[in-house]
């Protein structure tokens, strides 16, 4: 089984740099070349054709938002955290204590962040509507934009979550009960409930083309890792993110690919749920429940 992980006797950090700024540009290219905002403003108005009355919407909304921004106090503000990370002198894993804004540097932290700013943006939209106020136009595309990031991100998060880290920490008998706090919830769990109802509630008219967004998002998340190691903590909160390794430009592109896979699946979903509702709210809610998980498999102590 080829080691993914392992370390090559070339340093990699080249070919990484270059494939990321290849997706980059190419994205940056396909941009310009489809149109894209041209395609979010042509959107935004799906985002606001519910057939609830729009301000049960915003109050839907308004309810998700003061949620995130409850995780992200509640993360930055606590004090206890630990995180197994890769060390950039040796190599080799070692135990680190986040606090406040150091907490933030993992993909699952950036998956709340990209909910919040959605539903901030989707809050202001609604309300601006509601009041018969013109909505601007960066706030339109910012909205749809920010739906199109956040959806691939938050279902990818919690598949990763669910299907992989869970079930790691329980063959390990290794306690992960901080796996369940208030702001882990909420950023594996209920960031990709809130935004699958956001689909139910609103069916909004999703393009394929947001699929670049997910890109956009992986190329980032992976560029952030340079000056993050250089000028800040020294590691690399992945094992697959530090741009050394032998098969660093493939883990790093597969990022920014599953993102957007994960997109494209929730664009055919929505399809689904406009042609049939029925039929897509049950594909959404089987995904759903697929990927999220509410408390530990392993049984307390006193249980034992």
């Not at 907490?103 to 959605?118: E, I, M, Q």
């Not at 691939?152 to 390990?172: C, D, M, N, Y």
């Not at 208030?182 to 769990?189: D, E, G, Y």
């Not at 000056?227 to 020294?234: L, M």
Request: net charge negative.
């Amino acid at each position: 089984m080829v080691d993914l992980l392992g370390y090559g006797e070339k340093d990699s950090t080249p070919q990484s740099l270059f494939t990321l700024a290849l997706i980059a540009g190419l994205t940056l290219f396909f941009f310009f070349q489809w149109e894209m905002n041209d395609l979010l403003i042509e959107s935004f108005p799906s985002f606001h054709s519910s057939t609830l009355p729009l301000v049960l919407v915003f109050i839907w909304r308004l309810l998700c938002l003061v949620m995130g921004a409850s995780a992200l106090v509640y993360m930055y503000r606590m004090e206890t955290g630990t995180m197994i990370v890769i060390d950039h002198e040796s190599r080799e894993e070692r135990l680190t204590h986040p606090v406040k804004s150091e907490k933030f540097v993992t993909f699952s932290s950036w998956t709340l962040l990209s909910n919040f700013a959605y539903f901030l943006f989707a809050s202001i939209a609604t309300y601006l509507i509601l009041g018969e106020h013109d909505v601007p136009q960066w706030v339109e595309t910012l909205q749809v934009a920010l739906f199109s990031t956040a959806i691939g991100a938050a279902f990818l998060t919690s598949t990763i979550v669910r299907l992989v880290i869970l079930p790691g920490e329980v063959q390990q008998r290794r306690n992960h009960d901080h796996q369940f706090l208030f702001h882990n919830q909420i950023m594996h769990n209920f960031a990709a409930i809130f935004l699958a109802v956001e689909i139910l509630l609103a069916q909004p008219q999703l393009q394929p083309e947001f699929a670049l967004f997910g890109l956009l998002l992986g190329v980032v998340y992976a560029a952030f890792a340079y000056p993050f190691v250089a000028f800040w903590k020294g590691y690399y909160v992945y094992g697959f993110i530090d741009p050394r390794l032998k098969y660093a430009p493939l883990l790093q592109s597969g990022l920014a690919g599953a993102i957007s896979v994960f997109y494209l699946g929730l664009w055919i979903s929505s399809e689904l749920v406009s042609y049939n509702f029925v039929l897509g709210f049950l594909v959404l809610f089987l995904w759903v429940y697929r990927i999220v998980q509410f408390k530990s498999a392993l049984p307390r102590e006193s249980e034992l």
